[in-house]
């Protein structure tokens, strides 16, 4: 299984300190990067082989990991419009969605417990989403709609008339297997062709998701992560949260060694 982590971004609704800004994967805290707090999560599941969607100030990322001096080193692909959409970054890292086996997509702007990558990595084989019961409502989570048990929605805006008997947020972490990765790269292929690379990786995502009802290639299911501790750091007060609320309630990290 491999991971492949998204910190493109500009992070504009993040206004940071300082003379100089930095990608999000690099905030502290409690003296630690979100990206080495990924890395050692990662590891201690298993997963070894990781590929950073970088873009923004991406050489900072590069001087992180000479700092933690981390191997095997993560490899890195450059997104040079990375003031675009997400969905062109997951095009940019479309070699390593189709490299073979099980894949995870991440975004890098996420503070979590072990307690949320667990589900995610368990098992042989899987087309996998996370779902937090406890979410704030508001137009700003991207909402993940059950049915049965079958996913049937991904979008922050859901339908009136859609049907289903569990509403969540989904956490910014997907499973793939080999066979869906690859038919993503083709949806995304189409996006950014189709002149959409502004839009976020999600949308494509849910069309891959949708795809289940009129084929059975990809068929997903969901792992429920509520109570679990976690939080995607989008605005300033969201640093304020993760310092105050979730970092203190996350599990002690893996004892791993770089």
Not at 36 to 61: D, K, T
Not at 78 to 95: C, K, M, R
Not at 153 to 161: D, G, I, P, S, T
Not at 189 to 214: I, K, M, S, T
Request: charged content about 25%.
């Amino acid at each position: 299984m491999r991971a492949i982590i998204l910190a493109a971004g500009l992070g504009s609704r993040l206004l940071q300190t300082g003379d100089r800004q930095s990608p999000k994967c690099l905030l502290r805290f409690d003296g630690m990067t979100l990206l080495e707090r990924h890395l050692r999560l990662l590891r201690s599941h298993g997963v070894v082989e990781v590929v950073l969607g970088l873009g923004f100030e991406y050489q900072q990322v590069d001087a992180e990991l000479d700092r933690i001096g981390w191997s095997p080193r993560p490899s890195i692909v450059i997104n040079p419009q990375y003031d675009l959409g997400s969905v062109l970054t997951v095009h940019t890292v479309a070699e390593a969605l189709t490299a073979g086996g099980d894949v995870l997509l991440m975004d890098a702007d996420v503070l979590y417990d072990e307690r949320i990558l667990e589900p995610l990595v368990t098992g042989v084989e899987a087309n996998r989403l996370l779902i937090d019961r406890g979410f704030e409502e508001g137009d700003e989570p991207v909402k993940l709609c059950v049915r049965d048990g079958v996913p049937v929605e991904l979008r922050k805006q859901v339908a009136a008339n859609l049907a289903y008997d569990t509403i969540g947020e989904s956490v910014g972490f997907f499973r793939f297997t080999e066979a869906a990765a690859r038919r993503l790269t083709e949806i995304v292929a189409g996006y950014v062709e189709g002149g959409r690379a502004n839009l976020p990786h999600e949308e494509a995502v849910r069309d891959l998701l949708l795809e289940q009802f009129r084929t059975p290639r990809h068929v997903f299911d969901i792992a429920d992560v509520t109570g679990a501790p976690w939080i995607e750091i989008d605005f300033p007060n969201d640093i304020l949260r993760a310092a105050s609320e979730v970092l203190p309630q996350l599990e002690p990290l893996p004892l791993v060694t770089p």
